[in-house]
Nanobody, 119 residues
Framework: QVQLVESGGGLAQAGGSLRLSCAAS????????MGWYRQAPGKEREMVAT???????NYADSVKGRFTISRDNAKNTVDLQMNSLKPEDTAVYYC?????????????WGQGTQVTVSS
């Protein structure tokens, strides 16, 4: 079983910055792809950024150039640096650990952390 614990959410003004962190335990962290997803009220959960076990990254178009995802396999953490925040970035942000094996796919989620951006 994998446990994911997010931290770092809160309130920021438009144009400001926040850094989210996710600590993983209970697994071999380095073999999982990690990601950040978000869900705003009344909307579906969407991918924000992902980072593969090898370090390649992928971003939603809406956050490209503003957000940066990084991982530290020695510390079992994945971070999301969010700059130039916009009110539309307001959402609950979830950390995800993903791994596709031959017989099944593994997906684990954190409890979520609220990010609120005021205009």
């Amino acid at each position: 079983q994998v446990q994911l614990v997010e931290s770092g959410g809160g309130l920021a003004q438009a144009g400001g910055s926040l850094r989210l962190s996710c600590a993983a335990s209970g697994t071999i962290f380095s073999i999982f792809a990690m990601g950040w997803y978000r869900q705003a009220p009344g909307k579906e959960r969407e991918m924000v950024a992902t980072i593969a076990s090898g370090g390649s990254t992928n971003y939603a178009d809406s956050v490209k150039g503003r957000f940066t995802i990084s991982r530290d396999n020695a510390k079992n953490t994945v971070d999301l640096q969010m700059n130039s925040l916009k009110p539309e970035d307001t959402a609950v942000y979830y950390c995800n650990a993903h791994r596709s094996a031959v017989v099944r796919t593994y997906d684990y989620w954190g409890q979520g952390t609220q990010v609120t951006v005021s205009s």
